[in-house]
């Protein structure tokens, strides 16, 4: 397995306010740059997905990826897993979100990708650390405003 890429970012708003957000996949393309297109195709009895099709443009990192989610965790986790893409072999990530009160939340946001065509190790950590970065600082002006 490779590597694992991570950020973490203080967001004014409340824990629950982030996790309804992030479990929202289907509005991610409304406020996340990188995700054009999110289609939920199944979902458990809570009407959370547990597979998405998601059109992806962050910049080197461009795929149609099927992502299976896993709500076990939530509402401090929510994690993903690759199911189908057309260039990507592995993607894996989870976003925790831990309540640190007075309505501060801290977000970290973990992602592993791996190609189908060799990429060098660092531009593979390079794109995953920018697309990291790209989705948590949007996801903070979303709550933030």
């Known amino acids: 397995m490779a590597d694992i890429s991570q950020n973490s970012i203080e967001i004014q708003a409340p824990a629950s306010e982030v996790y309804a ?23 458990d009895g809570e009407g959370r997905a547990l597979q998405a099709k998601l059109s992806i443009d962050a910049g080197v990192m461009k795929d149609r990826v099927t992502l299976d989610y896993d709500w076990s ?62 989705a948590l600082n949007e996801l903070k002006k979303k709550l933030e405003g």
Not at 21 to 43: F, G, N, Q
Not at 80 to 103: K, P, R, V
């Open 21 to 43: 957000t992030l479990a929202a996949i289907a509005d991610y393309p409304t406020w996340s740059s990188a995700i054009k297109s999110a289609e939920i195709l199944e979902r």
């Open 73 to 134: 965790e939530a509402p401090t986790k929510i994690s993903f897993t690759l199911d189908d893409a057309d260039l990507l072999t592995e993607m894996t990530g989870a976003y925790t979100i831990t309540d640190n009160g007075d309505d501060e939340t801290t977000v970290k946001y973990e992602l592993t990708v791996a190609l189908s065509m060799p990429v060098p190790s660092m531009m593979r950590l390079k794109a995953e650390r920018s697309t990291i970065d790209l």
